[in-house]
């Protein structure tokens, strides 16, 4: 890269960083020390929370809501804060916020074998309520790459299955086309794919890579400045788009643009107009449709591969199939101690045909059998309740 090139690139980082620390700033202060609570590490800084050293796969509102909670340990942290620090410039229902709040809970177990973490003061707000013990952040190891990783990006499931040449064609067809739309059926992985192309790129892009979550958006005519606010752009007209695209035109730069379906015709026009004024940004977008317009590349993705239907395949012939492989890794990780049988076979097999190797259901679904055993999970499945 052109010294100039990287210079520019340099200038950008640090103006970003300033702004996200300023809308840090309107919230509380950003924490800097690692906390640490029962078998959970938050690093505010580092965007990371890990259980027991292993890094969890979390929304970054989640986690934005966790490290604004965290920060007021002991607190009820009202609504209309949470609302300020997580949703900037961005309106949301109350459902959006308890959305996010029972994933978050999700993630920690929130409620399982008597753990609390977040508790609800009704009509208030949210508290944390576990103790926390704070320490120093943890310094990067020599072996560390040296491009951070991206503030907004969420963390990369440590193990994804079924989809490593997708991965490899999508990272090519986002090198020669510059604009890709991930298209399929909810629950099917989009997100997924996405984020895990985006840690791919990280070094390709020196950092420079933004990821978007319009899935809680629900007025199409804030996406331009949901976006602006994400890159840390102050716009003050009213049309933000000018001022987006003429920051964008000489920055080098991945943008993943998520959950695109519900604003679809505003989120189309914007990307279409960013394609065209900003040769060096990259745009990989993750939607339900296309955007159809000019530019855009489309990736669809299939469903999991399942077994197909009465082949009387053993655990090890079934074992092939990438659905049966994240239902039976699910199963195992809920339950524990699972192991896949001759005799379970065939229920397995008929589960993930019924599921249509959707990656969300089959996750589901795996999360019945502690309670309910394989047979019990398929019995279920046949149920219209």
């Known amino acids: 890269m052109p010294s100039g090139a990287g210079s520019g690139m340099l200038r950008l980082m640090n103006r970003m960083a300033s702004s996200r620390e300023g809308l840090h700033a309107s919230g509380g202060p950003p924490a800097k020390d690692a906390v640490s609570f029962g078998p959970f590490r938050l690093s505010p800084s580092a965007r990371l929370l890990e259980k027991d050293d292993v890094p969890l796969q979390i929304g970054g509102r989640a986690l934005d809501l966790l490290i604004a909670l965290v920060e007021r340990a002991g607190e009820v942290v ?51 309520v576990a103790p926390i013990t704070r320490s120093a952040a943890q310094p990067a190891l020599s072996s560390a790459p040296a491009t951070a990783l991206p503030p907004t990006l969420p963390t990369q499931l440590t193990r994804m299955v079924g989809r490593a040449d997708t991965i490899l064609r999508l990272s090519d067809e986002l090198s020669q086309h510059r604009f890709v739309t991930v298209v399929g059926p909810g629950g099917i992985g989009k997100t997924t794919v996405a984020v895990t192309v985006a840690h791919a790129q990280i070094a390709a892009f020196n950092g420079a890579i933004f990821f978007m979550d319009f899935g809680a958006l629900r007025d199409p005519a804030l996406v331009a400045s949901a976006l602006a606010s994400a890159l840390g752009l102050m716009v003050s007209s009213e049309d933000p788009v000018p001022g987006l695209l003429a920051f964008l035109q000489e920055r080098r730069m991945l943008l993943i643009l998520d959950s695109c379906e519900h604003v679809v015709e505003s989120l189309a026009s914007l990307a279409e107009s960013i394609f065209k004024a900003a040769p060096q940004v ?60 001759d005799t379970d076979a065939p229920v397995v097999a008929e589960i993930c045909q019924k599921l249509d190797g959707i990656a969300l259901a089959l996750e589901l679904a795996a999360g019945r059998v502690g309670a309910y055993g394989i047979q019990g999970t398929a019995t279920l499945l046949n149920s219209r309740l």
Do not use: C
């Open 78 to 128: 009202s609504k209309a804060d949470l609302f300020a620090r997580v949703w900037v410039d961005v309106t949301v229902d109350e459902g959006s916020l308890r959305f996010h709040i029972a994933a978050l809970r999700k993630v920690l177990g929130d409620g399982k074998s008597g753990a609390r973490y977040i508790v609800n003061a009704p009509g208030r707000g949210y508290s944390f």
């Open 282 to 341: 990259h745009l990989l977008a993750t939607s339900r449709e296309s955007l159809r317009v000019e530019g855009e590349h489309i990736h669809r993705l299939f469903p999991l591969e399942v077994p197909p239907p009465n082949a009387g395949m053993t655990a090890a012939d079934i074992l092939a199939f990438p659905a049966v492989q994240l239902f039976v890794e699910r199963v195992a990780a809920s339950a524990g101690g699972f192991e896949l049988t």
